[in-house]
């Protein structure tokens, strides 16, 4: 008696509008009649990995040994077929030392602005007291 199957399905979570979760899986049992099992698997990072199987025995032992997950499994021992490019990150740029010359004066005149206006809090306080001292005596 000859066993085939064919099975390909996918895995989708969206939240709120964003895609969260999008796996997909392909799995052939005997094509051919080979006695071979075939997986492919594509995750939402843009991986894809394929495997083959010599027997179903295998197979079963290693789809049990992962948490009964296509995914993991083809994860764990795959062979990654496709991988994604990773983003290509623009080098921050410096700013001119010009830029931290004119920062540095300007926290200068803000810290003297309020020197300044503290001496000038202290003595109209000092008035104000000389004024009613004036006034008691």
Do not use: C, W
């Amino acid at each position: 008696m000859v066993f085939k199957m064919f099975s390909t399905g996918s895995h989708t979570r969206k939240m709120n509008g964003k895609l969260i979760k999008d796996d997909k899986y392909n799995l052939r049992v005997n094509p051919n009649n080979k006695e071979l099992e075939n997986i492919y698997t594509k995750q939402k990072d843009g991986n894809g990995y394929n495997n083959e199987f010599n027997n179903q025995e295998d197979f079963m032992r290693k789809f049990l040994a992962n948490e009964r997950s296509l995914f993991k499994m083809n994860k764990n021992i795959g062979q990654q077929t496709k991988k994604r490019k990773p983003k290509k990150q623009k080098p921050k740029k410096q700013k001119p030392n010009s830029f931290y010359k004119t920062r540095f004066k300007q926290l200068q005149k803000k810290q003297q602005k309020q020197q300044k206006k503290q001496k000038q809090q202290t003595e109209k306080i000092k008035r104000q007291f000389k004024y009613l001292q004036r006034s008691l005596s």
